[in-house]
């Protein structure tokens, strides 16, 4: 998947999202599968704190010394603290919102010679460019997207990689 086909299946998900969200029930969304489990807000919940890790790493990566080091964070004790269960759908599809603005305006100006640069995990050491990043964080999106609206055919489950 070439930079602008991300940039594209990225800004369709930003636009759709809001009005599948705005269609789920309270209750559907507010279910939880198990007591330890996600329901649909808590998952969108995460998929904000992903955005927000994310679009550090896309801005950071383009100015920091070669490799960009960068540290994982803790998903769970995230959803726990940032009590997405005790929030509004819609408080919570604001954020994710805003913060794939974010991401979609920094990736948008990305020189295409910075899609190579490297980057590593802090913790497994696993090396990737900016761009596999890039593209990761788009599958990561749809995978859990997938999770919250199993039955829609869209773009959500089109070209999942």
């Known amino acids: 998947m070439n930079h602008h086909q991300i940039l594209n299946e990225l800004k369709q998900l930003v636009a759709e999202v809001p009005h599948l969200i705005s269609t789920h029930p309270t209750d559907v969304l507010n279910h939880k599968p198990s007591p330890s489990g996600w329901s649909p807000k808590e998952i969108l919940g995460h998929l904000a704190d992903s955005a927000l ?3 550090q790493r896309f801005a950071k990566a383009q100015y920091a010394s070669q490799p960009f080091v960068f540290e994982p964070y ?13 929030q509004t759908a819609a408080e919570i599809l604001s954020l994710w919102v805003a913060l ?18 490297l980057t590593v995990n802090a913790c497994s050491g696993q090396q990737n460019t900016l761009h596999w990043l890039m593209e990761d964080y788009l599958t990561h999106l749809k995978h859990h997207l997938q999770q919250i609206f199993p039955n829609t055919p869209d773009a959500i489950h089109a070209n999942n990689h």
Do not use: A, F, G, T
């Not at 803790?74 to 005790?86: C, K, P």
């Not at 794939?100 to 640069?117: A, C, D, F, T």
């Open 100 to 117: 794939n603005h974010q991401i979609l305006y920094v990736i948008s100006h990305m020189p295409e010679e910075k899609l190579q640069y």
């Open 53 to 55: 890790h994310n679009w």
């Open 74 to 86: 803790n998903q769970d004790q995230l959803v726990v603290v940032n009590r997405y269960q005790q």
